[in-house]
Structure formats: structure tokens, C-alpha cells
């Protein structure tokens, strides 16, 4: 069964400062590796997706890199900002089901204070 | 906004009683799933349809949950004789999947703002 792990659980930060969140799942056997941020009490925001055959992707200030052999991800946020205070989260689709199933992360939950 | 839609946003019920929640995907997506979130933790696979077969479903889904998306369009999650347990966010989801021959894709989930269960 795939794992996938976050880290750090936790991180805040003052404004402008680049950061790195981490990710790492056990089976390398993915289709797809997704970055979601959710605001509390709210849905699932996409932000990134990478396809197993794809190093990085890049959206504004986020840069998310995939490096399957090794089973990690990260995702860049360059000159953070308060707006960008969630939780992010991280989804590795499984090849083994039909598509179907995302395994995720439990979150790095960021906050940046002005 | 043509995002997806969870109804409703909020639901209080008390032990043994039965709700259903509602999913309406994005119009041109043939991929629903169902998700449930606890506090702290990652959402949980549940099941997903495409179009109105369901293909997967996850050892979560205890026989007191039923999920149905009868025409292919919106689905309903029904979980008969609630208990405390059930208490969770129950997030929705679609996406649009395809397959020629050997490849498929299936394009990034996007997902509803969930439907906050409590059970007093």
C-alpha cells in the first residue's frame, strides 16, 4: 500500500522568505504526483501536477519537482506571503488501481506572518 | 462558477440516524470520487465512479455506506445508522479520464469545499 509522508507537520515563517515542503511516498510506481493547499474549513485547491515522466512543474511562485527513484517531491514557494498561509498537501496517484486512488499526505500546515 | 458542488455544507445528526450528501461534479468530467477528512489528517480514498459504474471501492466503506451516481451526472453518499465515528468532512471530487490502447490520462481532481458531518 502506498505511504506518503510530509514533512515538516508544521512551518511558519515571516514574510518574503523561499520554502521548501517536503514529501516522500514508499512505492514508486506512480502516475501522477498532485500539490493541493486547503484553506480551514474548506475544499481541496490544485495547485501543481506532475506526471511520473515530468522532473518539475512550475505555476507563479510554486515550483514542485519529482524525483521518483528516490520517492520524494517538494514543492518550492518562492517570496512567500500571508495569502499563502494553508495547508498544503500532497497526493501520489497510484498506477496499481484503475487511476483511481489518491494517496495522500497528512499536510504541512504553513503560516507566514506579515 | 462551474466548480464542484457539495450539498450540504454543514450537517448535525444525532447517533443512528441516517444522512445522504450530494455531489454535483464539473458538467464535462465522467470521474466522481468520494473522500472523507478527519482533523490533522490527509483525506481518505472512499470511491469513485466513472460515469455511472462504480469501479473502486475502499475497505473504509463499511456496508452503512452507500454510494450511488444513478445517470452519470451527480452522485449521493448515504451513511445509514450514524455513529460518532462518522463525524468527518466528506469531500467530492472529479476529474476527466480517458484511454486509447495503452495509455490513459486522467486530468488533476478538483474538489468540492466537503460537507462537515457532526454526530452528537
Known amino acids: 500500500k502506498q505511504e506518503v509522508t510530509q514533512i515538516p507537520a508544521a512551518l511558519s515563517v515571516p514574510e518574503g522568505e523561499n520554502l521548501v515542503l517536503n514529501c516522500s511516498f514508499t512505492d514508486s510506481a506512480i502516475y501522477n504526483l498532485q500539490w493541493f493547499r486547503q484553506d480551514p474549513g474548506k475544499g481541496l485547491t490544485s495547485l501543481l501536477l506532475i506526471q511520473s515522466s515530468q522532473r518539475e512543474q512550475t505555476s507563479g511562485r510554486l515550483n514542485a519537482s519529482l524525483d521518483k527513484s528516490s520517492g520524494r517531491s517538494t514543492l518550492y514557494i518562492a517570496a512567500s506571503q500571508p495569502g499563502d498561509s494553508a495547508t498544503y498537501l500532497c497526493a501520489a496517484l497510484d498506477r496499481g488501481s484503475t487511476l483511481g486512488r489518491l494517496y495522500f499526505g497528512r499536510g504541512t500546515q504553513l503560516t507566514v506572518w506579515p | 462558477d462551474t466548480g464542484v458542488s457539495q450539498d450540504p455544507r454543514h450537517k448535525i445528526t444525532k447517533r443512528g440516524q441516517n444522512v445522504t450528501f450530494r455531489c454535483d461534479p464539473i458538467?464535462?468530467?465522467?470521474?466522481l470520487y468520494w473522500y472523507r477528512q478527519t482533523l490533522g489528517q490527509g483525506p481518505e480514498f472512499l470511491t469513485y465512479f466513472q460515469n455511472e459504474a462504480q469501479l473502486e471501492k475502499s475497505r473504509l466503506l463499511s456496508d452503512r455506506f452507500s454510494a450511488e451516481r444513478p445517470k452519470g451526472s451527480f452522485s449521493t453518499l448515504e451513511i445509514q445508522r450514524t455513529e460518532q465515528g462518522d463525524s468527518a468532512m466528506y469531500l467530492c471530487?472529479?476529474?476527466?479520464?480517458?484511454?486509447?490502447?495503452?495509455?490513459?490520462?486522467?486530468?488533476?481532481?478538483?474538489f468540492g469545499n466537503g460537507t462537515r458531518l457532526t454526530v452528537t
Open positions: 458538467s464535462e468530467h465522467n470521474r
Open positions: 471530487a472529479s476529474s476527466y479520464f480517458t484511454s486509447r490502447g495503452m495509455s490513459s490520462y486522467n486530468s488533476p481532481l478538483h
